[in-house]
T-cell receptor
Framework: DTGVSQDPRHKITKRGQNVTFRCDPI?????LYWYRQTLGQGPEFLTY????????KSRLLSDRFSAERPKGSFSTLEIQRTEQGDSAMYLC??????????????FGAGSRLTVL | AQKVTQAQTEISVVEKEDVTLDCVYE???????LFWYKQPPSGELVFLIR??????QNEISGRYSWNFQKSTSSFNFTITASQVVDSAVYFC??????????FGTGTSLTVIP
């Protein structure tokens, strides 16, 4: 078990470009989450998958953001037409959801996005 | 609405001093879970502890201890005999029976050798 992996770790892009982040969760974890963290703030919830189903999306997730988890394993988060305000650390976490609310999230190291 | 407040933005202590990180939460739910995570400079959030709302027993793990008081909606974290490796940002988080974690804004702890 290698933990939660995220790729790339850093991405610098120009405004208006599209970017995609990948997350590989712990293999037996059925739940996968995306969070966004800006400097000096705690992580903010973006979206959540149980297996391949996207069950919840935050209002923070504008139409330019889309997330997928096609086979219930890895997930991708795509940001289209990036804006400078999208600059942040994008965190992926996974958990084994047995008891709702109780399960512990295991986080990846994050993908840092800088939009110039 | 769920909310977590960590009023201490930054704390500096000298090595071997004790330090307490405060966490106050708001929720209308009767069933909820409280967490502490550590975020070292490498960036990866590391789970430290989880408590459920029905268990107010304080917990000690080595140099770490947690004081959960429902009467004041607080879940404070104390590090005894701090070490340089404790330097990190510490986040308190709340979760109800739904799927969202609500994180505080974090407390940045610096332990000076």
């Amino acid at each position: 078990d290698t933990g939660v992996s995220q790729d790339p770790r850093h991405k610098i892009t120009k405004r208006g470009q599209n970017v995609t982040f990948r997350c590989d969760p712990i293999s037996e974890h059925n739940r996968l989450y995306w969070y966004r963290q800006t400097l000096g703030q705690g992580p903010e919830f973006l979206t959540y998958f149980q297996n391949e189903a996207q069950l919840e999306k935050s209002r923070l997730l504008s139409d330019r953001f889309s997330a997928e988890r096609p086979k219930g394993s890895f997930s991708t988060l795509e940001i289209q037409r990036t804006e400078q305000g999208d600059s942040a650390m994008y965190l992926c976490a996974s958990s084994l959801g047995i008891v709702p609310g109780a399960n512990v999230l295991t986080f990846g190291a994050g993908s840092r996005l800088t939009v110039l | 609405a769920q909310k977590v407040t960590q009023a201490q933005t930054e704390i500096s202590v000298v090595e071997k001093e004790d330090v307490t990180l405060d966490c106050v939460y708001e929720t209308r739910d009767t069933t909820y879970y409280l967490f502490w995570y550590k975020q070292p400079p490498s960036g990866e959030l590391v789970f430290l502890i989880r408590r459920n709302s029905f268990d107010e027993q304080n917990e000690i793990s080595g140099r770490y201890s947690w004081n959960f008081q429902k009467s004041t909606s607080s879940f404070n974290f104390t590090i005894t005999a701090s070490q340089v490796v404790d330097s990190a940002v510490y986040f308190c988080a709340l979760r109800n029976t739904g799927n969202q974690f609500y994180f505080g804004t974090g407390t940045s702890l610096t332990v000076i050798p």
